[in-house]
């Protein structure tokens, strides 16, 4: 599995807090079968975004762990019309691996009008947003259409593993399942903070869309269209998105004998 989301730079943000929580979160994750993690640090109004700075401490747990998890960085990028303008102008310091793909996050609470314009203007540039965690969103919640409209014109959508599992409350845990249904999901990561209350772990997730929606789902939000990232190459093909009044019809036990 990759996992495109975590925080797990030592004394950066809110994740880690110490060098010795960093190569425990890194170890757990291997230990889970991620063999790929994207460091991605906030760059908002509270965390300075220094990237020479997120670089050297990557070399460095990179060089504690060895081989694995092979280790990436990115960002996770408070998305406002304010700071629009320094990811178009230095992309590589905030996109995944270098790619044209880069995570992007609003306030739980709020979601700026323009934010149709916003998108545009990124991809215009040549980006291609990640919205992350909307499913923790209350704007995306309340109003599910919006986030329909920025899948039909391109935004990917990253959800939290724990979410799909339920450890962040059961309304996340309803509209990432609602949402997975209708296949507005391209990814699920980690988002992890520590070893404990928000861990490293991918496994719980995929075993649980593997079961409920085959393999071949869980292959593709966990493995393959996060290694298209990580490439910088598009997604593989995956199903169209569904509207948000659309239900997925299940087969009765008499469609077995037509």
């Known amino acids: 599995m990759i996992d495109i989301h975590c925080h797990l730079l030592p004394a950066t943000d809110d994740g880690a807090k110490s060098f010795e929580v960093a190569v425990e979160m890194c170890q757990m994750a291997n230990a889970d079968g991620v063999t790929h993690l994207v460091a991605t640090p906030h760059c908002n109004y509270q965390y300075s975004f220094r990237p020479e700075d997120n670089q050297a401490k990557l070399a460095r747990l990179q060089a504690e762990l060895g081989d694995s998890p092979k280790l990436l960085l990115g960002c996770d990028f408070h998305l406002s019309c304010e700071n629009i303008r320094q990811l178009i102008e230095n992309r590589r310091h905030f996109t995944i691996n270098g790619s044209n793909y880069v995570l992007v996050e609003f306030d739980e609470h709020f979601v700026p009008e323009q934010m149709d ?106 493995k393959t269209n996060a290694a298209a990232v990580l490439k910088g190459l598009p997604l593989p093909p995956g199903p169209p998105p569904m509207g948000p009044g659309t239900v997925k019809k299940k087969r009765s036990w008499f469609s077995f004998f037509r």
């Open 117 to 222: 314009h916003v998108f545009y203007e990124l991809q215009v540039a040549g980006l291609t947003p990640i919205l992350t965690h909307p499913e923790r969103n209350a704007v995306c919640c309340r109003r599910s259409e919006v986030l329909y409209n920025w899948v039909t014109r391109g935004c990917l959508v990253q959800v939290t593993a724990q979410s799909y599992t339920g450890a962040f409350g059961p309304e996340p845990q309803r509209f990432a399942a609602q949402w997975l249904e209708r296949n507005w999901i391209h990814f699920f990561a980690s988002d992890a903070h520590d070893t404990q209350y928000r861990p490293p772990l991918l496994s719980p997730c995929y075993q649980k869309v593997a079961t409920r929606h085959g393999v071949a789902v869980a292959d593709r939000l966990l």
